[in-house]
């Protein structure tokens, strides 16, 4: 009914950027938190960036001041603008949304924890 749609990932040499971009599809009411997450070979997943609807965002230490999180709330997307780009930063990410309210037919209906089929991002020398 509903689902995320992850574009922008690519390869890049170190200090480079890329704009990651996840539109949600579907009868799509309202959307409270939407976020990215990465994972590399043999690790958890982890927790890039979120932003609520009232635009709050939370980042992971090791991105802050050079990843920014932003969302289209009329367009259901949320971006990844992702600067100064380091060798570590090489994953898959994947965008995430929490509280998903959408309609089935004439009923509201909530995902509560949704995911893209994720972004490949590499970033080396």
């Known amino acids: 009914q509903v689902r995320l749609m992850e574009s922008g990932g690519g390869t890049v040499r170190p200090g480079g950027s890329l704009r990651l971009s996840c539109a949600a599809s579907g009868r799509i009411f309202s959307i409270n938190i939407m976020g990215w997450y990465r994972q590399t070979p043999g690790k958890e997943r982890e927790l890039v960036a979120t932003?609520?609807?009232?635009?709050?965002?939370n980042y992971a230490d090791s991105v802050k001041g050079r990843f920014t999180i932003s969302r289209d709330n009329a367009r259901h997307t949320v971006y990844l603008q992702m600067n100064n780009l380091k060798p570590e930063d090489t994953a898959v990410y994947y965008c995430n949304t929490d509280n998903l309210l959408y309609y089935n037919g004439d009923y509201l209906r909530q995902a509560t924890d949704s995911w893209g089929q994720g972004t490949e991002v590499t970033i080396y020398s």
């Open positions: 932003i609520d609807g009232s635009g709050t965002t």
